[in-house]
């Protein structure tokens, strides 16, 4: 597991027995160049939190990139979203399923773990439901609460022979203050 140093926002790399995943693509050239530093031209998995740019703007080129190809994107659907690294990563989807082969799911919730492990890491899906994810952001949750782009964060808790190595948040701390510790159990 490589957290790549983006400044602002996130970007992590994880590599086991031959496969990639990448969990967020913050803006900036990091990415492309730890991938071009390492040879690698292939990624597994590409895993989106949430559209905030800080978190999807890299993804952008990424699929655009000559250099790499991703076979498959996971991210939720972000409907209010009017950001210019939305519209960007929207284009850049369907040029990388027309001319890569990408394939793109428009969830990223519980309902995949299990589904999709790296290697002997398994990669667990925290949150959003697929209850909340069905509603999304500016729709409510089944308890009525508001539903905001930071509130369907996908939260990734990533183990390794039942262990809990490290616990991805995105930024669904900053949104309701809802999930405690114990509906997660540890890290």
């Given at each position: 597991?490589v ?12 590599m ?9 693509a913050?803006?900036?050239v990091?990415?492309?160049e730890?991938l071009?530093l390492?040879?690698?031209d292939?990624?597994?998995l590409?895993l989106?939190?949430?559209?905030d740019a800080d ?6 080129s990424?699929?655009?990139?000559d250099?790499c190809?991703v ?6 659907t ?24 990408t394939?793109?799911?428009?969830e990223l919730?519980?309902?995949l773990?299990?589904?999709?492990d790296?290697?002997?890491?398994q990669?667990e ?8 994810a ?10 009525g609460?508001?539903?905001t782009?930071?509130?369907m964060s996908?939260?990734?808790r ?10 991805l ?8 203050g809802?999930?405690t510790?114990?509906?997660?159990g540890?890290?």
């Amino acid at each position: 597991i490589v957290l790549l140093d983006v400044g602002h926002g996130s970007c992590t790399v994880l590599m086991d027995c031959g496969r990639m995943a990448v969990i967020d693509a913050a803006s900036g050239v990091e990415l492309l160049e730890f991938l071009r530093l390492r040879n690698i031209d292939r990624l597994h998995l590409l895993l989106l939190t949430h559209a905030d740019a800080d978190h999807i703007a890299g993804a952008s080129s990424l699929l655009l990139s000559d250099d790499c190809i991703v076979e498959q994107l996971y991210v939720n659907t972000d409907t209010p979203r009017d950001s210019q690294a939305w519209g960007e990563l929207r284009s850049a989807i369907r040029y990388a399923s027309e001319r890569k082969g990408t394939r793109t799911h428009a969830e990223l919730t519980s309902a995949l773990t299990g589904t999709l492990d790296v290697g002997t890491v398994q990669v667990e899906v925290l949150a959003p439901s697929p209850e909340d994810a069905l509603s999304g952001p500016g729709g409510r949750d089944l308890a009525g609460r508001g539903i905001t782009s930071n509130a369907m964060s996908a939260v990734i808790r990533l183990r390794h022979e039942a262990q809990g190595i490290i616990l991805l948040c995105a930024d669904v701390f900053r949104a309701l203050g809802r999930h405690t510790r114990g509906e997660w159990g540890d890290l």
